[in-house]
């Protein structure tokens, strides 16, 4: 006859298997439980943009006359710097058309710039021819004015941009005149030499791309004497590379 297991001990026994399955499932749940993650803060792209200070100085050709301000050549200059993370900021202006380089020299000490700026352009003398005035006196002027520009620069010659005269001669306001074609060579020899003299200042010909003009009536503004901002887009193109290099 088998022997009865008292009753005590087989309540002892399912307890003990209850405590040993409840065991076992909560280390399988343990085991599933997923980790804590420590959250990742994404790395800043660092920006390669530079900003910098741009001072136009001239006249007529400077302001832009008969075009919106996004289309003087200085603005279009600026624009091309900025594809290449150059910022101009900001751009000022001391130009008005009509201007000498007696009349822009006694802008500038009135104005009295904050200096210095990054880069500094210079654009002056059609007014002197245009006025008569004696062609001998316009070497000695020019010369002060880029002096000025220099020391607007921060004294930093390779920083100041000298563009030649363009030639109004072959506009209909002009009259396709060669007479004036050829003073306006005698004045940008004159720019030119003093410039080559001051070692390190740049000079940008733009006389050949403002003679376009006379073929290509596109390149000039309602008046048929200042240039379009088509025209001041090929000086900012000759204009801009070499600021960029300067400035980088």
Same mark, same amino acid.
């Not at 343990?30 to 803060?41: A, N």
């Not at 008046?223 to 070499?242: I, N, T």
């Given at each position: ?43 800043? /792209? !660092? ?30 200059? $600026? ?28 802008? /500038? ?47 930093? !010659? ?20 060669? $007479? /004036?074609?050829?003073? /306006?060579?005698?004045?940008? $020899? ?59």
């Amino acid at each position: 006859m088998q022997k009865l297991i008292p009753y005590k001990v087989v309540l002892l026994l399912v307890l003990l298997m209850i405590i040993g399955t409840s065991s076992c499932t909560k280390k399988v749940i343990m085991i599933e439980t997923p980790s804590t993650v420590t959250p990742v803060t994404p790395t800043p /792209i !660092p920006t390669t943009a530079v900003y910098k200070s741009y001072l136009a100085l001239g006249d007529s050709y400077t302001i832009g006359q008969l075009v919106d301000s996004v289309d003087r050549f200085p603005a279009q200059t $600026a624009a091309i710097l900025k594809q290449q993370n150059i910022n101009i900021v900001p751009l000022q202006y001391i130009a008005t058309t009509g201007w000498t380089t007696t009349n822009l020299a006694t802008a /500038i000490t009135s104005v009295n710039p904050n200096v210095p700026f990054d880069v500094v352009s210079l654009l002056i003398g059609v007014n002197d021819q245009y006025q008569n005035r004696n062609i001998n006196d316009y070497a000695g002027r020019f010369r002060q004015l880029l002096q000025t520009a220099i020391q607007l620069a921060g004294n930093k !010659p390779s920083h100041v941009f000298v563009l030649s005269i363009p030639d109004y001669g072959v506009t209909p306001f002009g009259g396709n005149n060669a $007479a /004036i074609s050829l003073q /306006i060579d005698a004045y940008n $020899a004159i720019n030119k030499q003093v410039t080559q003299t001051l070692t390190g200042v740049n000079y940008i010909d733009i006389t050949p791309a403002s003679r376009l003009a006379a073929t290509n009536k596109n390149l000039l503004a309602i008046d048929g004497l200042h240039p379009s901002g088509k025209q001041y887009k090929l000086w900012a193109e000759q204009l801009a590379p070499q600021m960029a290099a300067a400035l980088k």
